[in-house]
């Protein structure tokens, strides 16, 4: 066998199945990248970009829709529609995506989610009536739901073992920092910028990611699973420090890619299969219960339930920049817990808050006390207080999950059903909100959300395992090997190894 460089290929296996049937290559004389911790940290902040694309292309319209509704005259029932039509998208966007992610690989599918961000943000700013605006955000959509499905799969896809979980969630940072920056522009400049400005202004973001992919590495095991071992190497050695660990890790994802050599296990035949159920069940159950919570409800519609409440425009959107704060904050700091304490830990701990958060939130609605009283003031505390449960718990668990749990040879399918699970609760709940809340009132409506966080907690109990310290590859031999399960003391199904 030749030795490996960068430069030279290995000679080609007879076996035309699948490039992972070729021998793993020499790495004695392979040059590793000086700058591999800085690539790898760039890739996932850059790609994580998407995030905050996402969250600034759904959160802006949080204070746009007071301006929306008053040029175009808008009923509740198109309220609803303008904040659920990206919502419409982006299930739509999961599965195109999912099928590209596979197809043209993990990097690729990025690059094509960010340029339809920048033609969606311009085609809304655009748009001269309801109809249209509504039909731009759909196709806006198809980039939100897209970038949910690739970004946290390419991103766990690079990431080591140990710090998969802060990195994905760097996804939900971004989110964050959208969200944040939304409130703040839908504050400061809704009177003299306009709305259109305002959605305009995502298109920047998302050409600067477009560019930047051109140069950052492709997802190790889509190219050891498509092109080849040596392609897998190219791009480990441009992020990983020491040959061993790129010689552990071709390793595992050789011999796990062998035992999905089976048709059975491969794509959506694959996530029919009994071994695979555990990890489709839990990792789409957390996703219904990530957007079911109501976080994205309050996140579009608070300014709407203050102004109800009795606050001024301007009180609203400022409470408004006060949840997205602690949305930011309470993810920056699940982000660099979750690898320590563990998903499955990280919400029993927190859902209990946003539940009980939930009811006080419920109570002061229905007793709608005096503008100006400390009741009124009530409602702003619960608010935040639910965000701060909900915001460092589940939403910090919901993305990574649906990225790690999958085998690899089912991974795009499995994330583009995980990623419109996520959007179609989204859906659910923000085409509805208004109506619920006419029907059973404001506080009925929290009270009902309350509800629906309890089974959440109850959920993640009873069905979900803790895969903190698992590399992909071990997740996949736990499913394989009936390990996949939830314990009392919160176990992870794999010891993690010392370094």
Known sequence: MQNYSPHTQTPQSTDAQSPLSEPIPDLSNLELSPNAHKTLW?????AAI???LYGYDTGIVSGALLLITRDFHLSSFYQEMVASAILAGAVMGSFITGWMSERFGRRNSVMIVTA????????????????????ARVFLGLAVGGSTQVVPMYISELAPAKKRGHMVTMFNIAIGVGIF??????FAARDAWGWRPMVA????????????????PKSPRWAAENESLDSAIEQLRRIRTTRREIRKEIKRIQITANED???DDIGWRGLMQPWVRPALVAALGVAFFTQAGVLEMMIYYAPTFLSDAGFGNSAALLASIGISIVYLVMTVLG???VDRIGRRRLVLVMGPGSVLSLIGLGIMFLVHPDKGSIGSWMIIIFMLLFMVFNAGGIQVVGWLLGAEMFPLSMRGNATSLHSAMLWGSDLLVTSTALTLVSTITLGGTMWFYAGVNLASVLFIYFFVPETRGASLEDIEDALREGRFRPTRECAAIVEEEED
Do not use: K
């Open 50 to 52: 998407c995030g905050g």
């Open 42 to 46: 760039l890739a996932a902040i850059v």
């Open 201 to 216: 202004i995502a298109a920047i973001p998302a050409l600067v990611v477009f560019i930047s992919m051109f140069f950052l």
């Open 116 to 135: 339809v961000f920048v033609l969606g943000a311009m085609a809304c700013a655009l748009a001269p009536d309801v109809y249209a605006l509504i039909a």
């Open 181 to 186: 920056t939304a409130n703040v522009i839908g």
């Open 261 to 263: 050599a089976d048709p």
């Open 335 to 337: 982000s660099n817990i």
